[in-house]
């Protein structure tokens, strides 16, 4: 059975090094390599690595602009960057070996590698990341006065409600961020741990391919969500209105 906790594997200055620690050093390390190694060999006439990556991002990008149009360049490099990173990391959890390789304590075995995914502290901190990174670009687009009149408003009495309700609804983006991406992820690891220690070969392979399907779906939704935000908070409230 898979904790719910990450596992640490070792303590550097005190400070625990744990499993999914170690597995997010390993998505970084892979995602700047992967795009060196496709800076460095980019062609006119692209190689299948190349065509992949091109294919993924001309469309992430298409779909930007299309819900964001002009505030496309601002927004796309936070939602590319979302998508690859939880995309990567959701993968690296079905990657054969991935959770077979670790020591044995006395609390049971730990493995030297678990994906970042499935540990609440990593998908919080994307959800931290996602919510400031769109109030920031809000105010920056906004300025002070039109971005806190969203939440704000001493115009109208009857709207400081509604304000303070869209308010609270900004931070409920967190828990409902973390805790999809967690609960999904970490559900199919759970449940692919427990069939291989059972079934080893043919058994555990429709329930991966369906668990590939989940990854790419989440890390879709997560950076969908964060460009319909983002989009939603940089647009004026009476251009948002006239739309």
């Known amino acids: 059975m898979i904790p719910i906790a990450s596992e640490p594997v070792l303590t550097l200055f005190k400070f625990p ?44 990008y298409g779909l930007t602009e299309t819900l964001a149009g002009e505030n496309a360049k601002k927004i796309y490099p936070w939602v590319i960057t979302f998508t690859l990173f939880i ?18 304590t006395k609390k049971g075995f730990i493995p030297l590698l678990r994906s970042a995914s499935t540990d609440l502290n990593v998908t919080a901190a994307l959800a931290l990341i996602s919510l400031a990174a769109t109030h920031i670009m809000s105010y920056r687009s906004l300025g002070f ?13 009857y709207m400081l409600p509604i304000g303070l309700l869209e308010l609270i609804s900004e931070f409920t ?11 999904n992820i970490y559900a199919g690891e759970v449940l692919l741990s427990q069939l291989t220690s059972v079934f080893a070969f043919i058994l555990p392979v429709p329930l991966m391919l369906y668990e590939s399907f989940v990854g790419l779906v989440q890390a879709a939704v997560f950076g969908m ?14 251009e948002g209105g006239e739309a």
Do not use: C
């Open 17 to 60: 090094i744990t499993n999914t620690f170690i597995d997010t050093l390993f998505v970084d390390f892979f995602l700047l390599l992967s795009t060196l190694f496709i800076y460095k060999h980019l062609t006119l006439i692209p190689g299948t690595f190349q065509n992949i990556f091109e294919v993924i991002t001309e469309y992430v």
């Open 87 to 104: 995309l990567v990391s959701n993968y690296s959890g079905l990657l054969p070996g991935i959770g077979a390789i670790g020591f044995y």
């Open 145 to 157: 006065k039109e971005y806190i009149s969203r939440f704000i408003t001493f115009n109208n009495p």
């Open 173 to 183: 983006k967190i828990i409902s961020f973390s805790f999809r991406l967690f609960g």
């Open 225 to 238: 969500l964060t460009m319909a935000f983002m989009s939603i908070l940089i647009t004026p409230q009476h």
